[in-house]
């Protein structure tokens, strides 16, 4: 088995980010271990939508591992919120509805207002 290493940007979420030009953003360190608990060392399956890479060339995808799809489980737990740039909408209701119910949860990063 051959291990790829390539950058893939998740369709249709926005997290935190952990190094930002003014240092990590809140949330931003649990947000990035919780992506790697789920992803780090197993093999993932990726789904495409309309456009494959972004204008910097990444690669745009939903990731699964077996039967986890790691996009929305982010959404679910509070360590993303919901970012689509159509036409890549596949999954627009689910994760709306799963970033809802992590808002009214409190969940993540709806735990307090982020400043």
């Not at 240092?23 to 992803?39: H, I, M, S």
């Amino acid at each position: 088995m051959h291990r790829i290493k390539i950058k893939v940007r998740y369709i249709g979420i926005d997290t935190p980010e952990t190094y930002p030009p003014r240092g990590p953003q809140y949330y931003g360190k649990e947000a990035t271990e919780a992506n790697r608990k789920l992803v780090a060392g197993k093999r993932i399956k990726m789904e495409y939508d309309v456009d494959k890479k972004d204008r910097y060339g990444r690669t745009l995808a939903y990731i699964f591992v077996d039967t986890v799809f790691v996009n929305a489980e982010l959404l679910r737990q509070g360590y993303a919120k919901t970012y689509f740039i159509p036409p890549n909408t596949r999954y627009l209701v689910l994760f709306t509805k799963l970033e809802t119910e992590a808002k009214e949860a409190g969940r993540g990063i709806w735990a307090k207002e982020v400043m």
